[in-house]
Protein backbone atom coordinates (compact mmCIF):
# COMPACT_ATOMS: atom_id res chain seq x y z
CA UNK A 1 0.00 0.00 0.00
CA UNK A 2 1.01 3.39 -0.85
CA UNK A 3 2.68 5.75 1.54
CA UNK A 4 0.01 7.80 3.24
CA UNK A 5 2.03 10.73 4.46
CA UNK A 6 1.78 12.61 7.54
CA UNK A 7 -1.18 12.81 10.08
CA UNK A 8 -2.56 16.41 11.10
CA UNK A 9 -4.35 17.63 13.60
CA UNK A 10 -6.32 20.53 13.27
CA UNK A 11 -7.34 22.82 16.18
CA UNK A 12 -10.71 23.65 14.50
CA UNK A 13 -13.62 22.34 16.92
CA UNK A 14 -14.21 19.21 14.14
CA UNK A 15 -15.21 21.69 11.38
CA UNK A 16 -13.01 19.87 8.91
CA UNK A 17 -15.07 17.25 8.96
CA UNK A 18 -18.74 18.81 9.47
CA UNK A 19 -21.17 17.57 6.92
CA UNK A 20 -25.03 17.05 7.18
CA UNK A 21 -24.64 13.67 8.39
CA UNK A 22 -26.60 14.30 12.57
CA UNK A 23 -23.27 12.79 14.09
CA UNK A 24 -20.73 14.58 12.10
CA UNK A 25 -23.08 17.83 12.22
CA UNK A 26 -21.83 21.20 13.58
CA UNK A 27 -24.87 21.03 16.60
CA UNK A 28 -23.46 16.82 17.47
CA UNK A 29 -19.85 18.19 17.75
CA UNK A 30 -19.75 21.07 19.33
CA UNK A 31 -22.61 19.34 22.34
CA UNK A 32 -19.98 16.57 22.43
CA UNK A 33 -17.28 19.07 23.02
CA UNK A 34 -14.61 18.42 19.67
CA UNK A 35 -12.01 20.07 19.69
CA UNK A 36 -9.72 18.92 16.57
CA UNK A 37 -9.89 16.77 13.63
CA UNK A 38 -7.42 14.59 13.13
CA UNK A 39 -6.56 14.69 8.66
CA UNK A 40 -4.85 11.44 7.50
CA UNK A 41 -4.75 11.78 3.81
CA UNK A 42 -8.34 12.54 2.20
CA UNK A 43 -9.58 11.05 5.94
CA UNK A 44 -11.02 13.86 8.42
CA UNK A 45 -11.94 12.51 11.86
CA UNK A 46 -13.26 14.89 14.90
CA UNK A 47 -11.95 14.34 17.88
CA UNK A 48 -11.85 15.10 21.65
CA UNK A 49 -8.31 15.77 22.16
CA UNK A 50 -7.40 15.16 26.24
CA UNK A 51 -4.20 15.91 28.47
CA UNK A 52 -3.18 12.98 29.79
CA UNK A 53 -3.22 13.20 33.87
CA UNK A 54 0.35 13.35 35.52
CA UNK A 55 1.77 14.17 32.37
CA UNK A 56 2.61 16.85 29.85
CA UNK A 57 1.22 14.29 27.12
CA UNK A 58 -2.42 13.99 24.92
CA UNK A 59 -4.32 11.71 23.13
CA UNK A 60 -8.02 12.03 21.63
CA UNK A 61 -10.81 9.77 21.82
CA UNK A 62 -14.03 10.56 19.07
CA UNK A 63 -17.56 11.47 20.52
CA UNK A 64 -19.68 9.37 21.66
CA UNK A 65 -22.29 7.45 18.91
CA UNK A 66 -21.55 6.60 15.58
CA UNK A 67 -19.39 9.32 14.26
CA UNK A 68 -17.37 8.24 11.81
CA UNK A 69 -14.53 9.22 9.44
CA UNK A 70 -15.11 11.98 6.44
CA UNK A 71 -13.86 10.04 3.38
CA UNK A 72 -14.46 10.33 0.06
CA UNK A 73 -16.38 6.81 -0.89
CA UNK A 74 -13.93 3.74 -1.39
CA UNK A 75 -10.82 5.38 0.33
CA UNK A 76 -9.07 3.57 2.94
CA UNK A 77 -5.76 4.10 4.79
CA UNK A 78 -3.67 2.12 6.40
CA UNK A 79 -2.59 3.29 9.74
CA UNK A 80 0.53 1.27 9.40
CA UNK A 81 1.70 3.47 6.60
CA UNK A 82 0.85 6.85 8.54
CA UNK A 83 3.64 9.22 9.84
CA UNK A 84 1.31 10.39 12.92
CA UNK A 85 4.64 11.66 15.00
CA UNK A 86 3.56 15.84 13.69
CA UNK A 87 -0.29 15.07 15.34
CA UNK A 88 1.63 14.79 19.03
CA UNK A 89 -0.63 12.53 20.56
CA UNK A 90 0.20 9.09 22.00
CA UNK A 91 -2.75 7.00 20.75
CA UNK A 92 -6.26 7.66 19.40
CA UNK A 93 -9.35 6.24 19.69
CA UNK A 94 -11.59 6.32 16.68
CA UNK A 95 -15.44 4.81 16.87
CA UNK A 96 -17.01 4.21 13.04
CA UNK A 97 -19.98 4.82 11.50
CA UNK A 98 -22.09 1.80 10.46
CA UNK A 99 -20.50 -0.26 7.37
CA UNK A 100 -16.93 -0.62 6.06
CA UNK A 101 -14.34 1.78 8.16
CA UNK A 102 -12.16 3.52 6.34
CA UNK A 103 -8.81 2.78 8.33
CA UNK A 104 -7.28 -0.65 7.58
CA UNK A 105 -6.98 -3.01 10.74
CA UNK A 106 -10.51 -1.80 12.50
CA UNK A 107 -11.34 -4.07 15.77
CA UNK A 108 -15.02 -5.35 15.38
CA UNK A 109 -16.33 -3.85 18.94
CA UNK A 110 -19.50 -4.89 19.12
CA UNK A 111 -22.59 -6.20 16.98
CA UNK A 112 -25.46 -4.34 16.81
CA UNK A 113 -28.92 -5.37 15.90
CA UNK A 114 -30.74 -3.88 12.57
CA UNK A 115 -34.42 -3.66 11.60
CA UNK A 116 -33.96 -3.46 8.14
CA UNK A 117 -36.78 -2.28 5.61
CA UNK A 118 -35.48 -4.45 2.77
CA UNK A 119 -36.02 -7.27 4.90
CA UNK A 120 -39.76 -8.80 6.11
CA UNK A 121 -40.40 -7.00 9.38
CA UNK A 122 -39.78 -9.22 12.09
CA UNK A 123 -41.58 -9.20 16.17
CA UNK A 124 -42.26 -11.46 19.00
CA UNK A 125 -46.00 -12.23 19.34
CA UNK A 126 -45.62 -11.70 23.23
CA UNK A 127 -44.28 -7.95 22.19
CA UNK A 128 -46.94 -7.60 19.86
CA UNK A 129 -49.81 -8.27 22.43
CA UNK A 130 -48.03 -5.91 24.83
CA UNK A 131 -48.10 -3.14 22.19
CA UNK A 132 -51.78 -3.65 21.59
CA UNK A 133 -52.47 -3.56 25.55
CA UNK A 134 -50.72 -0.95 25.74
CA UNK A 135 -52.70 0.72 22.88
CA UNK A 136 -56.15 -0.59 24.38
CA UNK A 137 -55.12 0.90 27.81
CA UNK A 138 -55.11 3.89 26.61
CA UNK A 139 -51.17 4.65 25.67
CA UNK A 140 -51.02 6.91 22.62
CA UNK A 141 -47.23 6.98 20.58
CA UNK A 142 -46.39 9.84 18.54
CA UNK A 143 -42.86 10.93 16.68
CA UNK A 144 -42.18 14.32 16.51
CA UNK A 145 -39.43 15.96 14.11
CA UNK A 146 -36.44 17.36 16.47
CA UNK A 147 -37.10 21.06 15.83
CA UNK A 148 -40.64 20.76 17.15
CA UNK A 149 -40.06 19.35 20.01
CA UNK A 150 -41.30 22.25 22.87
CA UNK A 151 -39.31 22.54 26.35
CA UNK A 152 -41.96 20.37 28.00
CA UNK A 153 -41.45 17.13 26.03
CA UNK A 154 -37.64 17.74 26.39
CA UNK A 155 -37.89 18.09 29.92
CA UNK A 156 -39.97 15.04 30.06
CA UNK A 157 -37.65 13.04 28.13
CA UNK A 158 -34.51 13.92 29.80
CA UNK A 159 -36.25 12.98 33.40
CA UNK A 160 -37.49 9.64 31.75
CA UNK A 161 -33.77 9.27 30.36
CA UNK A 162 -32.37 10.17 33.91
CA UNK A 163 -34.10 7.62 35.91
CA UNK A 164 -33.27 4.91 33.17
CA UNK A 165 -29.49 5.96 33.83
CA UNK A 166 -30.26 5.89 37.29
CA UNK A 167 -31.45 2.36 37.18
CA UNK A 168 -28.71 1.12 35.51
CA UNK A 169 -25.95 2.81 38.16
CA UNK A 170 -24.71 5.05 34.93
CA UNK A 171 -21.30 7.10 35.14
CA UNK A 172 -21.39 10.70 35.65
CA UNK A 173 -21.06 11.23 31.59
CA UNK A 174 -23.79 9.71 30.49
CA UNK A 175 -26.40 12.62 31.97
CA UNK A 176 -26.22 14.97 29.44
CA UNK A 177 -29.03 17.31 30.79
CA UNK A 178 -31.66 18.80 28.93
CA UNK A 179 -29.56 21.62 27.35
CA UNK A 180 -27.84 18.51 25.60
CA UNK A 181 -30.71 17.64 24.19
CA UNK A 182 -32.52 20.83 23.34
CA UNK A 183 -28.84 20.89 21.18
CA UNK A 184 -29.62 17.54 19.26
CA UNK A 185 -33.41 17.89 18.29
CA UNK A 186 -32.73 21.50 16.43
CA UNK A 187 -30.92 19.02 14.03
CA UNK A 188 -33.85 17.97 11.03
CA UNK A 189 -32.02 14.83 11.15
CA UNK A 190 -33.55 13.99 14.78
CA UNK A 191 -36.88 12.75 16.24
CA UNK A 192 -38.52 12.39 19.45
CA UNK A 193 -40.68 8.99 19.40
CA UNK A 194 -42.49 9.37 22.48
CA UNK A 195 -45.26 6.78 24.22
CA UNK A 196 -47.55 8.99 25.98
CA UNK A 197 -49.54 7.39 28.89
CA UNK A 198 -53.39 7.93 29.09
CA UNK A 199 -52.89 10.73 31.33
CA UNK A 200 -50.70 12.51 29.25
CA UNK A 201 -47.69 12.40 30.90
CA UNK A 202 -44.57 11.04 29.01
CA UNK A 203 -44.20 6.74 29.75
CA UNK A 204 -41.30 6.38 27.38
CA UNK A 205 -39.01 8.03 24.76
CA UNK A 206 -35.86 7.72 22.53
CA UNK A 207 -34.18 10.36 20.76
CA UNK A 208 -33.01 8.64 17.10
CA UNK A 209 -30.92 10.37 14.36
CA UNK A 210 -30.33 9.71 10.34
CA UNK A 211 -26.84 9.70 9.87
CA UNK A 212 -24.59 7.94 7.10
CA UNK A 213 -27.52 6.07 6.01
CA UNK A 214 -29.00 4.76 8.99
CA UNK A 215 -31.93 5.73 11.38
CA UNK A 216 -30.59 5.14 14.71
CA UNK A 217 -32.03 4.72 18.48
CA UNK A 218 -29.94 6.89 20.03
CA UNK A 219 -30.78 7.45 23.39
CA UNK A 220 -33.84 6.06 25.12
CA UNK A 221 -35.55 5.93 28.50
CA UNK A 222 -38.50 4.64 30.38
CA UNK A 223 -40.11 6.68 33.70
CA UNK A 224 -39.93 4.51 36.60
CA UNK A 225 -44.10 4.27 37.18
CA UNK A 226 -44.34 2.84 33.55
CA UNK A 227 -42.03 0.16 33.63
CA UNK A 228 -44.57 -2.93 34.10
CA UNK A 229 -46.43 -1.73 31.01
CA UNK A 230 -42.66 -1.95 28.63
CA UNK A 231 -43.93 1.29 26.82
CA UNK A 232 -40.90 1.10 24.97
CA UNK A 233 -42.30 -1.53 22.91
CA UNK A 234 -44.21 0.83 21.37
CA UNK A 235 -41.26 3.51 20.67
CA UNK A 236 -39.37 0.84 18.73
CA UNK A 237 -42.43 0.00 17.11
CA UNK A 238 -43.05 3.08 16.01
CA UNK A 239 -39.25 3.74 15.09
CA UNK A 240 -39.17 0.63 12.60
CA UNK A 241 -42.26 2.43 10.79
CA UNK A 242 -40.32 5.87 10.76
CA UNK A 243 -37.32 3.77 9.43
CA UNK A 244 -39.60 1.87 6.79
CA UNK A 245 -41.12 5.73 5.95
CA UNK A 246 -37.31 6.89 5.39
CA UNK A 247 -36.41 3.68 3.49
CA UNK A 248 -33.48 3.04 5.94
CA UNK A 249 -32.10 0.17 8.40
CA UNK A 250 -32.72 1.22 11.90
CA UNK A 251 -29.76 0.41 13.87
CA UNK A 252 -31.24 -0.59 17.58
CA UNK A 253 -27.49 -1.12 18.96
CA UNK A 254 -26.79 -3.52 20.95
CA UNK A 255 -26.03 -4.87 24.87
CA UNK A 256 -23.82 -3.75 27.23
CA UNK A 257 -22.68 -7.26 27.01
CA UNK A 258 -23.52 -9.53 24.36
CA UNK A 259 -26.78 -11.88 24.72
CA UNK A 260 -27.72 -9.94 28.05
CA UNK A 261 -31.48 -8.88 28.53
CA UNK A 262 -31.12 -5.02 26.41
CA UNK A 263 -29.74 -7.42 23.46
CA UNK A 264 -32.44 -9.62 23.61
CA UNK A 265 -34.84 -6.73 23.87
CA UNK A 266 -33.48 -5.41 20.94
CA UNK A 267 -32.88 -8.94 19.01
CA UNK A 268 -37.18 -9.27 19.17
CA UNK A 269 -37.81 -6.20 16.62
CA UNK A 270 -34.20 -6.88 14.66
CA UNK A 271 -34.45 -8.60 11.28
CA UNK A 272 -30.67 -8.69 11.07
CA UNK A 273 -26.90 -7.97 12.85
CA UNK A 274 -24.09 -5.76 11.71
CA UNK A 275 -20.70 -5.50 13.26
CA UNK A 276 -19.44 -2.03 14.41
CA UNK A 277 -16.01 -1.00 13.80
CA UNK A 278 -13.95 0.81 16.30
CA UNK A 279 -9.85 1.57 15.32
CA UNK A 280 -7.76 1.74 18.53
CA UNK A 281 -4.28 3.65 17.16
CA UNK A 282 -1.28 4.09 18.69
CA UNK A 283 0.24 6.90 17.59
CA UNK A 284 3.37 7.00 19.59
CA UNK A 285 4.17 3.35 20.85
CA UNK A 286 7.23 4.43 22.96
CA UNK A 287 5.50 6.37 25.14
CA UNK A 288 2.49 3.92 25.19
CA UNK A 289 4.58 1.67 26.51
CA UNK A 290 5.92 3.66 28.89
CA UNK A 291 2.65 4.85 30.22
CA UNK A 292 1.10 1.09 30.27
CA UNK A 293 3.73 -1.65 30.58
CA UNK A 294 2.41 -4.76 30.35
CA UNK A 295 -1.11 -3.79 30.61
CA UNK A 296 -3.21 -6.90 29.76
CA UNK A 297 -6.50 -5.63 29.59
CA UNK A 298 -9.77 -5.01 26.76
CA UNK A 299 -9.61 -1.20 27.44
CA UNK A 300 -8.25 1.26 25.45
CA UNK A 301 -5.79 3.07 26.24
CA UNK A 302 -4.97 0.96 28.09
CA UNK A 303 -3.09 3.85 30.68
CA UNK A 304 -6.40 5.74 31.18
CA UNK A 305 -8.23 2.46 33.06
Known sequence: MRDEGSAELLADGGRAAWSEEFFRSPDFLEVEGVTHTLQISELLIPLIVRDIPGTDLRDA???????GVA??????????????????????????????????????????????????????????????????AGYETVVVPGPEVGAERRGAFNEAYEQTMRRASAAD????????????????????????????????????TLSDGALH??????????????????VVTALVDLATELKAPLNLGGGIERGDRLE???RGFANREQPWHTSELITDPATYNRLAPDRQTDFFPAYRE
Open 264 to 266: EFK
Open 173 to 208: RYFFGEPYFARLLSSPRAWLALALAPGGELAAGSLA
Open 217 to 234: YYLSGTADDHLRASPMKN
Open 61 to 67: VSPYGYP
Open 71 to 136: APEGVRVDPDEVDFGPAGLVSVFVRHALGDPPLVGASERSTVQVADPDLPRKSRASDRRQVRRNEQ
